[in-house]
Structures are given as structure tokens and as C-alpha cells.
């Protein structure tokens, strides 16, 4: 089971970049997929999820409006835009899969974890 994240970078505020998160070794179309973020000595903080059952897809307040997940099943791939990126966005972002056709929030579900990408925004 590998799910790699990559995409990550330095970039300015207000700025874009897109993260993807690439899985394989399991069946992909059983699973919701989450994304996850830990700035430096803050907890790690749920940002995004996509339900496998019907692609619907929930967002932290944070990120709301400006960061958009969606999914290719055909790569086995999520991808998690980022648009509009502050500072505070600054992180090491990772996903997460969890065997379950509904989001259930960032909690303990998730089944598979994946190594992170950094983000870098500077202001």
C-alpha cells in the first residue's frame, strides 16, 4: 500500500499550487480520501476529504473557498488545489485513505497514511 503525496513547494502569497496524492496496492474506489496538514509545533489539522460513494467533498473553514480536492479514479489519484495560499498555510500536507464510502471527518478512520509534501508560502 503507498499513497505519495507530491507538488508541494515555495511560493508566494496569494499564489497556487496543486498537490496530488497518488495511491496504490489497494482498491482505490473503496476509499475517501482525506487530506491532512501539520505546521511546525501545531497538531495536525484535517483539510479536506473526498467521499468515494458520490465525490462529495468537505473543507476546514480555513481553506474554505480557496482549496478545491477533487479525484481521477482512472489515475488512482486525488489532487488538492490550492489557490489564494496565505502564510498560515505553511505546512507539511499529507493524505490519507480511509475505507469508508462517506467522509467521516479527519478523525481516527483513516486506514493508510502517506508521506507529506511541503508547502512553503512566504508573504
Known amino acids: 500500500v503507498q499513497l505519495q503525496a507530491s507538488g508541494g513547494g515555495l511560493v508566494q502569497a496569494g499564489g497556487s499550487l496543486r498537490l496530488s496524492c497518488a495511491a496504490s496496492?489497494?482498491?482505490?474506489?473503496?476509499?475517501?480520501i482525506g487530506w491532512f496538514r501539520r505546521a511546525p509545533g501545531k497538531e495536525r489539522e484535517g483539510v479536506s476529504c473526498?467521499?468515494?460513494?458520490?465525490?462529495?467533498?468537505y473543507y476546514a473553514d480555513s481553506v474554505k473557498g480557496r482549496f478545491t480536492i477533487s479525484s481521477d479514479n482512472a489515475k488512482n489519484t486525488v489532487y488538492l488545489q490550492m489557490n489564494s495560499l496565505k502564510p498560515e498555510d505553511t505546512a507539511v500536507y499529507f493524505c490519507?485513505?480511509?475505507?469508508?464510502?462517506?467522509?467521516?471527518?479527519?478523525?481516527?478512520?483513516?486506514?493508510?497514511w502517506g508521506q507529506g509534501t511541503q508547502v512553503t508560502v512566504s508573504s
Open positions: 490519507a485513505a480511509d475505507r469508508n464510502y462517506y467522509c467521516l471527518g479527519y478523525g481516527p478512520s483513516y486506514d493508510y
Open positions: 496496492g489497494f482498491t482505490f474506489d473503496d476509499y475517501s
Open positions: 473526498i467521499s468515494s460513494s458520490d465525490g462529495s467533498t
